[in-house]
């Protein structure tokens, strides 16, 4: 059997280590600072254990690299532990651009030095059809979407998946995903497995991995889960990364640098369709050239008479008319109108929850990384909810995922349609 598993016609793109290198035996675990940090993890306090899958020591491991230290530390740990690791990188925009190229240079780099193979695979189309496109349509209509959502269901955790699974025998070796993202995967019983947050609050990721399929969790190894920021770079420069200082991503890498507002890059994609600007008394102040150029709750210059009383002050969006293709703004970032407490969310999946039993105590991100919020009522649909909050919240923007949780457990998520006060 081969190595990395019983292939299907499905031939690994680029070994960049010859094979011999992957018959030697288990190389020395580093220092013993790293060591300590393997596993189990002494440095977490025992209300933060929590069952866990573990890899057989012949089993497969896959990684999901994207050239950041996250990654990159997560390869780091699991071939210190494990014989079978490879890098894997997602190329998923268009193969000649600059940071696609940049990125993949990266990950050769850190898999050469940890002494691994790394593939390269191409998910341009599956992106673009599953993930961009449905994205530039939410823009257009008025939506806030986050891309990476769409990425991490459908493509890292959806293409990536499928393609792996199709090298491997229903009887053959067993296999795993493993990425760097801050989040846990609790194994609660046999067949049932749990996604938590992270222990590191200040990275938690599970809001951006709450609407992946739950039946792909037995597969998935999140070895950051236990870990803060400060200690993965301090592991990185202990594994003699060359990402251990390099700077977070921020946004999508695609995004030129030239466009220092988001709403210009997706000027490239969208035509302009002007529309106006106005009060809630229908009053007009000025144009738009997109509804996707504002955000609800953001701030936007008009031109205001000061000297009216009415209507000087600082202005801020509240609503997008889809209808007549109207932005809406009220006076002042506090005003009420910016706060409401009801909210329908469509596209409703649940993951590994019953909804009949575990619907009490719970909280609701509607961002990531936000203090979460209490939920007072929830009425349950078939592929929707309706959710009301103890408090209301300032800016909810229809597009947004919303995300349930019952302590730290993901119970589910959906796209934010509707808000209501």
């Not at 497995?193 to 739950?214: E, F, H, T, V």
């Not at 205001?304 to 009220?330: C, D, H, L």
């Amino acid at each position: 059997m081969p190595l990395l598993g019983t292939l299907k016609n499905v031939p690994i793109m680029l070994l960049r280590c010859p094979l011999k290198s992957l018959l030697r035996p288990p190389r020395r675990l580093y220092a013993t600072s790293v060591l300590q940090k393997l596993n189990p993890h002494p440095h977490i306090p025992e209300p933060f254990a929590y069952p866990q899958s573990q890899p057989e020591i012949n089993d497969d491991i896959y990684v999901a690299m994207s050239s950041g230290v996250d990654s990159s530390v997560t390869a780091a740990l699991l071939s210190k532990m494990h014989k079978n690791v490879c890098g894997v990188y997602m190329a998923n925009w268009s193969q000649l651009a600059k940071c696609t190229e940049g990125e993949w240079s990266d990950v050769q780099r850190v898999c050469d030095h940890l002494q691994i193979p790394c593939e390269r695979v191409n998910f341009e189309k599956e992106y673009w059809a599953d993930v961009f496109t449905p994205m530039l349509e939410m823009y257009e209509n008025g939506f806030t979407p986050n891309p990476d959502l769409g990425c991490n269901t459908y493509i890292k955790f959806g293409k990536m998946i499928e393609h792996l699974a199709a090298r491997y025998d229903v009887n053959s070796k067993n296999w795993w995903l493993a990425t760097g993202h801050y989040a846990r995967v609790e194994k609660a019983s046999a067949n049932k497995y749990n996604l938590l947050r992270a222990y590191d609050g200040n990275k938690d990721q599970s809001y951006y991995l709450a609407n992946i399929p739950g039946k792909v969790l037995p597969r998935i190894l999140l070895p950051l889960g236990h870990y803060t920021k400060p200690q993965v770079r301090k592991m990185a420069a202990e594994f003699g990364l060359h990402t251990a200082l390099k700077a977070d991503s921020q946004g999508l890498c695609f995004v030129s640098p030239d466009h220092t507002k988001f709403r210009h890059f997706l000027d490239e994609f969208l035509p302009p369709k002007p529309g106006n600007i106005i009060t809630e008394d229908g009053k007009v102040w000025g144009k738009h050239q997109g509804i996707w150029h504002a955000t609800i709750g953001q701030r936007l210059g008009v031109s205001m008479p000061q000297g009216n009383p009415k209507y000087s002050g600082v202005w801020f969006v509240s609503e997008k008319r889809i209808a007549t293709n109207e932005i809406v703004i009220v006076k002042g970032g506090q005003n009420e109108k910016l706060f409401l407490k009801l909210l329908e969310v469509s596209n409703w999946a649940w993951i590994n929850c019953d909804p009949q039993e575990d619907l009490e105590e719970l909280t609701l991100q509607f961002r990531s990384l936000q203090d979460p919020v209490e939920v007072s009522l929830i009425s349950v649909g078939e592929k929707s909810v309706t959710i009301e909050l103890k408090d209301p919240q300032r800016a909810m923007a229809p597009g947004q995922n919303a995300v349930l949780y019952k302590g730290n457990k993901v119970l589910g998520a959906g796209v934010l349609m509707k808000t209501f006060h």
